[in-house]
């Protein structure tokens, strides 16, 4: 799934620059600039990094990308605005 449409950066890139050892959103912004236009993506990022921080620390990693329904209804309504 798309998180910043601004930027072209999916789930998964921030799943994989997470997994290659960027430990906080700062971190993936370096290396994929998500978040860093309009904005309002960041707490959908922000939520992917954290999930997979969560999974690669519990062993239970699987890939699976963002759960969005651990978003809160604002957060939502920018990613499907922004689609």
Same mark, same amino acid.
Request: overall charge negative.
């Given at each position: 799934?798309?998180? &910043?449409?601004?930027? /072209?950066?999916?789930?998964? =890139? ?5 997994? $290659?050892?960027? !430990? ?16 309002? &993506?960041?707490?959908? /990022?922000?939520?992917?990094? =954290? ?5 690669? $620390?519990?062993? !239970? ?20 605005? /922004?689609?």
């Amino acid at each position: 799934m798309y998180i &910043c449409l601004c930027k /072209a950066v999916t789930d998964h =890139d921030i799943e994989a620059s997470v997994l $290659a050892g960027a !430990q906080s959103l700062s971190q993936v912004q370096k290396q994929l600039a998500v978040s860093t236009g309009c904005g309002r &993506c960041e707490s959908a /990022a922000q939520l992917v990094v =954290d999930q997979t921080l969560a999974k690669a $620390a519990s062993g !239970q990693f699987n890939g699976s990308g963002l759960n969005i329904t651990e978003l809160n209804s604002a957060d939502l309504a920018a990613l499907v605005y /922004a689609a």
